[in-house]
C-alpha cells in the first residue's frame, strides 16, 4: 500500500492534525513491529495503544491514527484524529480491498479453516496472485490487518473468518464482501456461547451478510442445519462430501502421508490423512472450478500444499515414534474424525492417543468430552493417555466398556508427570495422536516428545 494521510483522513473520516502531508507504506498496531513508513493503529485492549505510540514513533512510524484528547496528541508524527481506530482501522481496510479489487474467497467453520484457507490458496496460486491469511488473524482486528498487508496487484484474496459469539462474522462479511464463501462443518466450538448447534449454524451463515448476490456458497453436503439455511439464498448453493453431495469423492487410498481420492472420475490427493480433510480438499477443488482452473492446476495445487503448522502435522518423536499432531483447537466433532482416521492408518507399532479437553462446551461438556467414547476401542488402540478435569466422563467410560484398555487421566497441574509417562511408554515403532484444545497447551507435550 502507498497511501498519503490525506487519503487515509477521507478513507476513514478522519482529520489530519499536521499540516505537513506524509505517505505511509504500511500499518501495524503492535509498536514493536512499526517500520519506517508504517502507519501506527493505537488499538484498546488489555492495554491501551495510545500508550506505545513513542515507541512507534522510535521504530520508525510516519502517521498514527489518535482517538484521545488532540492536546495530547504527539509530536513528530503525522497525527489523524478518528472517534473509534477499530472501526477506522476497519474501514481503511475496506477502502484498500476496493482500490485493489482482487475477487474475494472467505471461509469459515467450526474445524478445518485454516487447513481449507491454505489448500484453497495452494490451488488458486498455480494460476493467480494469491495471498491468505497468515497464522490466525481471523478476527475483527485480523481480517482487516490482513487485507492491508495484502500486495498490490493480488487477484485472489483468501480470508479465514473466526468468531465466538453471533453476530461477529456478520462484521467480517460486510466488510470482505466476498465473492465466494465456505463453510466447512458445524461442530460443537463455542457452544457455551451459542448455546446449541442451531445456533452455531446461524452464525456461520452469517457470512452470506456481505457475500456477493451472484457469488458462490459451499456447504457440506451431510450438514442439513445448513442446507435448510440456504433454501431462499440468491447465490449458487454447491454441496460437498464422500460419496454424497454435488461435488462427491471417493477415496481411493489413505496413509499417514497422503490421501488419494476421485472427483468425477478424476484422480487427487493430498499430504494429509483423513476423509475429513478430502472434504477441505473438495472445497479447494471447487472453489479452483469456479474460476476456471483445470483438473491439472487443481491436481498440482492440491498434492503440494503446505498446512499452517500443528494442524494434522506428521512429526518424529526422538525416539523415531511417529506423532500426529492436531493441537492447534478442538471440538467433539472434530476429535471424533481424527480418532476415526488415526485408528485406520497402518502402523508397525501400537496405538496411544493423547487426548485434552475441548473448551467453551458450556452446560454438556461432560457428556460431550465422555461421548468419545465411541471413537475408541480396544483393538486400534492401545493406551490412552487424558489431560484435564472435563476427561473424568470419558475415563469412567472407557474404564466400564474396555477394562483391559489402559487409560490414565492427569489434571491440568499433572502435565510433567504425564510427559514422562508418555516418555516411557512411547516405543520407536509406535504412533501416537494428541489432540485438544489450544489453551489445553499440548504443543509442549508435543515438542517434548521431540526432544
Known amino acids: 500500500m502507498n497511501f498519503t494521510t490525506t487519503i487515509i483522513s477521507r478513507a476513514v473520516q478522519g482529520e489530519v492534525l499536521a499540516e505537513n502531508e506524509v505517505t505511509v507504506t504500511g500499518v501495524e498496531f503492535d509498536s514493536r513491529k512499526i517500520e519506517a513508513g508504517d502507519l501506527f493503529i493505537p488499538l484498546k485492549g488489555t492495554n491501551d495503544g495510545h500508550e506505545f505510540v513513542a515507541k512507534a514513533i522510535e521504530n520508525g512510524a510516519t502517521a498514527t491514527l489518535w482517538s484521545q484528547d488532540p492536546a495530547t496528541a504527539p509530536e513528530g508524527i503525522a497525527v489523524i484524529l478518528v472517534k473509534d481506530t477499530l472501526l477506522a482501522f476497519q474501514a481503511l481496510a475496506s477502502y484498500y480491498l476496493l482500490e485493489e479489487n482482487p475477487d474475494v474467497i472467505a471461509i469459515t467453520g467450526s474445524n478445518g479453516k485454516t487447513t481449507t484457507k491454505d489448500m484453497t490458496e495452494s490451488v488458486l496460486s498455480q494460476k493467480f496472485r494469491t495471498y491468505k491469511t497468515q497464522g490466525n488473524y481471523n478476527n475483527d482486528i485480523g481480517l482487516p490487518y490482513t487485507i492491508l498487508h495484502m500486495p498490490e496487484g493480488t487477484e485472489k484474496l483468501i480470508l479465514e473468518m473466526g468468531m465466538d459469539h453471533a453476530g461477529e462474522i456478520s462484521v467480517l462479511s460486510e466488510l470482505a464482501e466476498p ?19 442451531e445456533k452455531i449454524a446461524d452464525a456461520k451463515m452469517e457470512i452470506t451478510t456481505g457475500l456477493a448476490s451472484d457469488g458462490l456458497l459451499i456447504i457440506p453436503a451431510d450438514e442439513p442445519l445448513l442446507e435448510e439455511r440456504t433454501h431462499s439464498a440468491s447465490q449458487t448453493i454447491q454441496t460437498v462430501g464422500i460419496q454424497k453431495g454435488e461435488l ?3 477415496i481411493l487410498n489413505e496413509n499417514k502421508g ?15 490423512p483423513g476423509s475429513y480433510n478430502v472434504q477441505n480438499a473438495l472445497i479447494a477443488l471447487a472453489i479452483g472450478r469456479w474460476f476456471g482452473l483445470t483438473n491439472d492446476e487443481i491436481f498440482q495445487g492440491l498434492a503440494y500444499v503446505q498446512v499452517t503448522q500443528n494442524r494434522t502435522q506428521w512429526l518424529k518423536a526422538s525416539n523415531g515414534a511417529d506423532i500426529l ?22 502402523t508397525d507399532g501400537r496405538r496411544l492417543a493423547v487426548l485434552a479437553d475441548m473448551l467453551e462446551l458450556g452446560e454438556d461438556s461432560l457428556s460431550l468430552h465422555t461421548s468419545m467414547v465411541n471413537h475408541i476401542n480396544d483393538q486400534d488402540f492401545h493406551e490412552i493417555f487424558l489431560y484435564g478435569d472435563e476427561m473424568k466422563g470419558l475415563k469412567i467410560a ?8 489402559p487409560v490414565h487421566l492427569f489434571s ?12 516411557n511408554s512411547l516405543q520407536s515403532a509406535d504412533s501416537i495422536v494428541l489432540k485438544g484444545s489450544n489453551g489445553m497447551g499440548l504443543i509442549e507435550v508435543v515438542e517434548n516428545l521431540q526432544e
Not at 491440568?412 to 516418555?423: C, G, Y
Request: net charge negative.
Open 179 to 197: 465473492d465466494v464463501a465456505a463453510i466447512t462443518i458445524i461442530g460443537e466450538a463455542h457452544i457455551e456461547n451459542l448455546g446449541s448447534r
Open 248 to 250: 462427491s469423492a471417493t
Open 258 to 272: 497422503a490421501t488419494v481420492f476421485s472427483v468425477d472420475d478424476k484422480g487427487y490427493q493430498i499430504p494429509l
Open 325 to 346: 499432531s492436531d493441537v492447534y483447537n478442538a471440538n467433539p466433532t472434530a476429535m471424533g474424525l481424527v480418532l476415526d482416521t488415526f485408528a485406520k492408518l497402518p
Open 398 to 405: 472407557l474404564a466400564d466398556r474396555y477394562p483391559a484398555l
Open 412 to 423: 491440568k497441574e499433572a502435565k510433567p508427570q504425564m510427559i514422562e509417562a508418555i516418555k
